[in-house]
C-alpha cells in the first residue's frame, strides 16, 4: 500500500513491463522530439553545460524525469533557469517535470515562463531579469522563440 502511494505521488516509479510497454506502444502518448543533439551528451546528459558558471542564465536540458534533481537544484542555486524538455518523449514525463517545475517555482517563489512553445521554460526570481545580451545568447542557441 505504501509503495502504491509512493508511486501515486511521483516518488517511486513502478517497474511493470506491461505498463511500459503499453506507454511506449500508444503513440497518443509520446511527442517526438527533434533529431538535434542540443545542450547534452549521450554519456551523463545531467553534468553538461553550454557555458561557463558565471554567466547569468543556467541552461537544463532534460532528457528524462530520472534528471529532475538538477532542475530543482539549479533553481535553488540560480536566479535565472532555463528548462529544456524538447528532448522528453513521453507526454506524462513531461507533465511531470512541468508539475515538479511549478511547484518548485511556487515554493521559491520565482517565476515560469514559456520562452519556446515546443518545450522550453524560463525560471527566474521576482527580482531578476533577462538582459538583452542574455536574451539574444538564448535566441543564438535556438532556446528563445516567442
Known amino acids: 500500500m505504501f509503495n502504491k502511494f509512493l508511486m ?12 511500459q510497454e503499453k506507454i511506449i506502444s500508444d503513440s497518443s502518448q509520446k511527442t517526438i522530439p527533434s533529431t538535434e543533439n542540443r545542450f547534452v551528451s549521450h554519456v551523463n546528459s545531467s553534468e553538461v553545460t553550454v557555458h561557463s558558471t558565471d554567466e547569468d542564465v543556467e541552461i537544463k536540458a532534460l532528457k528524462s524525469w530520472k534528471e529532475i534533481e538538477t532542475i530543482g537544484n539549479a533553481i535553488k542555486d540560480f536566479n535565472i533557469v532555463c528548462m529544456d524538455i524538447r528532448d522528453v518523449f513521453d507526454k506524462n514525463e513531461r507533465q511531470r ?29 521576482p527580482d531578476s531579469n533577462l538582459s538583452a545580451s542574455e536574451r539574444t545568447r538564448l535566441e543564438t542557441l535556438g532556446l528563445y522563440k516567442v
Open 8 to 19: 501515486i505521488i511521483g516518488l517511486k516509479e513502478e517497474e511493470s513491463k506491461v505498463l
Open 97 to 125: 517535470i512541468i508539475d515538479f517545475a511549478s511547484g518548485m517555482v511556487h515554493v521559491m517563489n520565482s517565476k515560469l515562463r514559456i520562452i519556446n512553445p515546443d518545450g522550453v521554460y524560463l525560471i527566474r526570481k
